[in-house]
Nanobody, 120 residues
Framework: VQLQASGGGLVQAGGSLRLSCVAS????????MGWYRQAPGKRRELVAV???????NYADSVKGRFTTSRDNAKNTVYLQMDSLKPEDTAVYFC???????????????WGPGTQVTVSS
């Protein structure tokens, strides 16, 4: 099982980016999918999470600016980031709570992260 995020990059403050994360491999089912971020010298924090049914939850710092969605048929989760601020600069990680086909328990799987840099 692998998670791979894409879409990071450098953008000016006020701009937008869209991150995508695909879960691939021998997967039986995926429950929650989410986005986390970690800025230099800071702890990793939750950005947004979406259930299989589409219910979402956001960090207060991104509410109204970020939107997460998913395509269950493609095992893909998205993060649309608008009105970006310099403080959004971080490495963004996707996570999926899933059951592998050969597995017997659900577990969290993480992608390697993608850098988002917002210049002022």
């Amino acid at each position: 099982v692998q998670l791979q995020a894409s879409g990071g990059g450098l953008v000016q403050a006020g701009g937008s980016l869209r991150l995508s994360c695909v879960a691939s491999g021998s997967i039986y089912s995926i429950n929650d999918m989410g986005w986390y971020r970690q800025a230099p010298g800071k702890r990793r924090e939750l950005v947004a999470v979406i259930t299989r049914g589409g219910n979402t939850n956001y960090a207060d710092s991104v509410k109204g600016r970020f939107t997460t969605s998913r395509d269950n048929a493609k095992n893909t989760v998205y993060l649309q980031m608008d009105s970006l601020k310099p403080e959004d600069t971080a490495v963004y990680f996707c996570k999926a709570y899933l059951l592998p086909r050969a597995g017997i328990r659900w577990n969290d799987y993480w992608g390697p992260g993608t850098q988002v840099t917002v210049s002022s």
